[in-house]
């Protein structure tokens, strides 16, 4: 099976940089993604790592270490749009994306 | 369609009453995934086609639960003598992934939420 863990809120002031972090335990690895979810609409891609090391996508990074189980998602120069929820998912030998509970954003001014 | 569409985007139902919720992926999508998401919680996997057929339905949560997929394209998630716990908002994606092979980037589409009386 799947154990994905990541924090349930998390708050940050526009402008800043916020770091969501994603651990996970999977019987075999292949790739994990990170998706944007605004309240009441469909989950949206952002990222996909599947070796280890840092992707970076204009304002967001997402860094993957496989021998640790550990993932996060780099959010700089916030904007009050980025309050979402983010949501890490791992694929496994199944390659069947298991999500995470995903983590509140809220930006403040 | 431009992206995944999904039907009907709200309904309400009563206890014991059965439901059809369909989903009409991305032209030329092989994969389709269905999900559920609570109130507060995760997206859990329900079931997974590749093409029509269904290599994995080991998240459906009970044998009231059923899904087919027809021409490699439209799926519909049948729900028999609905329950209250089945209240959630049940959501679709579809993949260019192939039958072997990574899963590629999931387009979703916007749910249909399901409400039980």
């Known amino acids: 099976g799947q154990n994905i863990d990541q924090p349930t809120e998390m708050t940050a002031t526009e402008g800043a940089i916020v770091q969501i972090n994603c651990t996970y335990q999977?019987?075999?690895?292949?790739?994990l993604f990170w998706y944007q979810q605004h309240a009441g609409e469909a989950p949206t891609f952002l990222s996909y790592n599947v070796l280890d090391g840092l992707e970076e996508k204009g304002r967001f990074s997402s860094f993957l270490s496989r021998s640790k189980g550990y993932s996060y998602l780099l959010l700089k120069e916030l904007q009050m749009k980025d309050s979402a929820s983010y949501l890490c998912?791992?694929?496994?030998?199944?390659?069947?994306?298991?999500f995470g509970r995903g983590t509140s954003l809220i930006v403040h001014p | 369609g431009a992206g995944v569409s999904q039907s009907p985007s709200n309904k309400v139902t009563e206890k014991g009453k059965d439901v059809e919720l369909r989903c009409d992926p991305i032209?030329?999508?092989?994969?389709l995934y269905w999900y559920r998401q609570s109130l507060g919680q995760g997206l859990e996997f329900l079931i997974y086609?590749?093409?029509?057929?269904?290599?994995?339905k080991s998240g459906l949560p009970s044998d009231r639960f059923s899904a087919e997929r027809t021409g490699g394209s439209v799926s519909t998630l049948t729900i028999q003598r609905t329950q209250q716990e089945d209240s959630a908002v049940y959501l679709c994606?579809?993949?260019?992934?192939?039958?072997?092979?990574?899963?590629?980037?999931?387009?979703f589409g916007e749910g249909s939420r399901l409400t039980v009386l």
């Open positions: 032209s030329g999508h092989t994969a």
């Open positions: 994606a579809s993949s260019l992934r192939l039958r072997t092979g990574p899963t590629g980037e999931l387009f």
């Open positions: 999977t019987s075999g690895f292949n790739g």
């Open positions: 998912a791992v694929t496994g030998g199944s390659y069947i994306p298991t």
């Open positions: 086609f590749q093409g029509n057929s269904a290599p994995d």
